[in-house]
């Protein structure tokens, strides 16, 4: 019987998760991992520590399954989490985090020579980081820039400068011409540090022989292309062309499977490459961060037993923990809607979860209209996924079947990229 792996590095920890050829679930394991350092605008981790918690949660899975059935792996982690290496993949800067924002003169640059709709504008895009990097005493002995799931498979390889088309996109990558823009020499990008970059789910090479032994694996187990930890999570659904994912976290984060992309700067949509496909998608600031100023978790989960779906509060609230919204509606001065405060906490809680819904709802409207497919069915991931009385306000407001994700794990969906590298596309159960 065939295992696959997927590992998934994030901000706290790095998870493990090892599926059947049926993708089936067999054993999960997981680390945690330091903060990263901050001072002010720069968040810095050393990828050593990255690399501790990764062996940490093989360690942990050695025992669970059989690792020498593993047949490929492949790892996701955050998008635009930026380092350089040398030749031999040995770190030369400390690993300038995905929310670091330290590049503001370098992003100026980018926003004068890139077009729009590129995802690299802004000074924590990967650029940004790179044309900062490139300006320390370090570039000179550089070889590589690699992002932080780069990093990782590399080391697992013992072979650097390869990275996948969702973490690039962040780097400036084109990926609808799927190559690296001329736009780039205009800012002096050096190009030898630029990745090679391939598709997700694509075979890279085989896992070292040291490493083979150190936890059992078979020799010549395969490595394969990873993602960012978002697309991860949507893989992780098995949400097909035509249906969306919600994110229903600290904030609200919306994709939708479309056969075209669609780029859209002045909303925040922006497209991923997936196969054939594209992950249209947009973010609003509204969501979980709302809620938990009002109600605690176990506040939520008490009062939602006293919702009444079917029967509409009116309150029109635009929930927004302050002012600002860029999607569905750019509007930086926009200003939260959550008055008048009825006296019943229900009533109130039922209002903000309305209200959340028809920004959800308004934000698929957008998408269509932007050119993306209005969903035939969206799943559901984040805390807000097993609210069921939430479910049917947004599928009464939405129009569509709304179901919970089965899985939204990022790690599962590394796994699932793992088993397409050596068996090709398949769907998920």
């Not at 407001?397 to 990022?410: D, F, M, S, Y």
Request: contains cysteine; charged residues 20%; hydrophobic residues 40%.
């Amino acid at each position: 019987m065939s295992l696959y792996l997927g590992i998934d590095l994030g901000t706290s920890g790095c998870r493990c998760c090892v599926i059947d050829a049926d993708a089936d679930v067999q054993a999960e394991s997981r680390t945690t991992l330091g903060t990263p350092q901050s001072r002010g605008s720069r968040l810095e981790q050393d990828p050593q520590d990255w690399w501790v918690a990764l062996a940490g949660a093989l360690d942990a899975l050695q025992g669970q399954v059989p690792l020498e059935a593993v047949a490929a792996l492949a790892i996701d982690a955050t998008s635009a989490t930026l380092l350089l290496a040398d030749a031999r993949g040995r770190p030369l800067t400390p690993a300038l985090m995905y929310n670091d924002a330290r590049a503001v003169d370098q992003a100026r640059e980018i926003s004068a020579r890139a077009p729009a709709e590129s995802a690299a504008h802004g000074a924590s895009s990967s650029l940004a980081k790179l044309l900062y990097l490139q300006a320390t005493a370090a570039a000179g002995k550089a070889r590589f820039a690699l992002h932080q799931a780069d990093w990782l498979s590399g080391r697992l390889a013992g072979r650097y400068g390869v990275t996948d088309e969702n973490n690039a996109l962040k780097l400036g990558y084109d990926p609808v011409t799927r190559g690296w823009p001329g736009w780039l020499d205009g800012l002096a990008v050096e190009r030898r540090l630029l990745p090679e970059v391939v598709p997700a789910g694509r075979p890279l090479g085989a896992l070292t022989a040291a490493y083979c032994r150190r936890w059992g694996f078979a020799p010549g187990t395969r490595i394969v292309s990873g993602t960012t930890d978002s697309t991860a999570g949507f893989i992780a659904t098995g949400a097909g062309r035509g249906e969306a994912v919600t994110a229903l976290g600290s904030t609200l984060v919306l994709k939708v499977r479309a056969a075209r992309p669609v780029f859209a700067p002045d909303y925040g949509v922006y497209s991923h490459r997936l196969g054939d496909d594209w992950l249209v998608g947009g973010a609003s600031n509204s969501g979980g961060n709302v809620l938990r100023r009002f109600f605690s978790k176990a506040e939520i989960e008490r009062l939602s037993a006293g919702l009444q779906p079917e029967r509409p509060t009116g309150l029109d609230y635009y929930p927004l923990p302050s002012p600002g919204e860029r999607f569905p509606e750019n509007n930086p001065g926009l200003q939260p809607r959550m008055t008048p405060r009825p006296d019943d906490d229900s009533r109130f809680l039922q209002g903000l979860l309305e209200g959340i819904a028809a920004i959800e709802q308004r934000g698929y409207r957008l998408l269509e209209q932007l050119g993306a497919p209005y969903p035939r069915r969206v799943q559901t991931v984040g805390g807000g996924a097993i609210n069921e009385p939430w479910r049917r306000i947004r599928e009464t407001l939405l129009g569509v079947p709304v179901i919970a994700a089965r899985h939204q794990e990022a790690a599962y969906g590394a796994a699932l990229l793992a088993r397409q590298g050596l068996t090709g596309p398949r769907q998920t159960p």
